[in-house]
């Protein structure tokens, strides 16, 4: 069975951890879109070791599962081979064994992370509220084509160094005439980093769309891993306080090569309550007591950049939204330990907006960042629900959270997150 996992709201939901937990059973583990502005924390029992990947898929530390990079991900050779060497100091090999990588995918240039740094702060109070790590412009420079640069140039480096001369001039006379920037990048510093990644990275580089098609062929069970959240997805998202990819379960194919109907299961990760990064539009949050403890009791800030998550209660408006247009069969809700010791819960169930219910979610800011929530209200708990290992065991105020929220959605919770580790991750039954 084919499995993607995707986050159904604004990213940070968890998905590293149910992807560890079902590389298990999984013959490849595969990253499909997005860059080094993600981040996936996973936690292993056997040494309580924690572990931040930002390129990397989750299933890389199981250490006997080939791992994929698809063309849909935007690669900064220098984030990822200082992930590999991070992690080799901690006892995980990655080499072309466990580790491929697309020669398809466009890499992240340093002029791709000044732009960034440019743009943001010429764009002021308006800024996005992007990670500043190059990501918009590398997928800009896809689009654009003739300043794009993909992994498949590294292994033509005389082809390469053209290149790189060529975008890193116009560069340098575009942040000139339209910054003022009076730092122009050096192109033979660039390229003398390019031939480093090279180095590193050459024996990864194959072409990963007929790897994949072979591996559907031959019945291997193929895990896939997304970025970010559906709310942030380019098209389908709260744009433009979105990232710079599909990012929603839509955005498979394309990322991969693989058509949709490869994929026999689609399982959505959520939070028990809402967080987002930046800027945007936010319905349900809850800038008060309530999502400052939150965030201090889910520990929420971002695990690539540090920044606070800003947070608010369960909205399964947005949530909805995302599992109609991913085509979600399942959802795994995470951090239902963080709710402990709040008197009442609240679930976004409707949004109001100038008196009218809305039947959808809107897809206009102005819409957006003006509604408002209709609330169901349910009892809350005090218990530590990080020591119970099985869904019995939890308190009926949670049991009954959980089966509200899924009871909304119209499809079922299979599992339940009640701290960080891999066993706290409970099976939810059901009849």
Known sequence: MNTCVVGLQWGDEGKGKIVDILSESADMVIRYSGGANAGHT????????????????????????PCVITNGVVLDAEVLINEIAGLKDRGIEVSEKNLLISGRAHMVMEYHKKYDRLSEAALGKGKIG???????????????????????????????????????????????????????????????????????????????????????????????????GTLLDLDHGTFPY????????????????????????????????????????????????????????????????????????????????????????????????????????????????????????????????????EYVTLKGYNDNLREMTSYSDLPEAVKTYVKTVEDILGIPITMVGVGPGRAQTLSVPHT
């Open 130 to 228: 992007t990670t500043v790590r190059g990501i918009g412009p590398c997928y800009s420079d896809k689009v654009t084509r003739m300043t794009a640069i993909r992994v498949a140039d590294l292994l033509d480096l005389d082809v390469l160094r053209e290149k790189v001369f060529r975008i890193v001039e116009l560069k340098n006379k575009i942040f000139t005439a339209v910054y003022n920037d009076t730092e122009p990048l050096d192109p033979q510093q660039i390229f003398d980093k390019c031939r480093l990644w090279a180095d590193h990275i050459r024996p990864m580089i194959t072409d990963t769309t007929y790897l994949l098609h072979k591996a559907w062929a031959q019945g291997k069970n193929m895990l896939f891993e997304g970025a970010q």
């Open 42 to 65: 996973v936690v292993r029992e056997d040494n309580e070791a924690k572990f931040a990947l930002h390129l990397l898929p989750s299933g890389i530390l199981r250490g006997n599962i």
């Open 242 to 373: 979105v990232t710079s990819s599909n990012s929603s379960a839509v955005g498979l194919p394309a990322a991969t090569g693989l058509p949709a109907k490869a994929i026999d299961r689609y399982i959505g990760v959520v939070k028990s309550y809402t967080t987002r990064v930046g800027g945007g539009p936010f319905p349900s949050e809850q800038d008060n007591k309530v999502g400052d403890t939150i965030r201090e009791q889910g520990h929420e800030y971002g695990t690539t950049t540090g920044r606070p998550r800003r947070c608010g209660w369960f909205d399964a408006v947005c949530v909805g939204y995302a599992v109609k247009i991913g085509g979600i069969d399942e959802v795994v809700m995470q951090h239902l330990d963080t709710l402990h010791g709040l008197e009442e819960l609240k679930v976004c169930v409707s949004y109001h907006h100038k008196g009218k219910k809305l039947d959808f979610f809107p897809a206009e800011e102005v819409v957006l960042k003006d509604v408002e929530c």
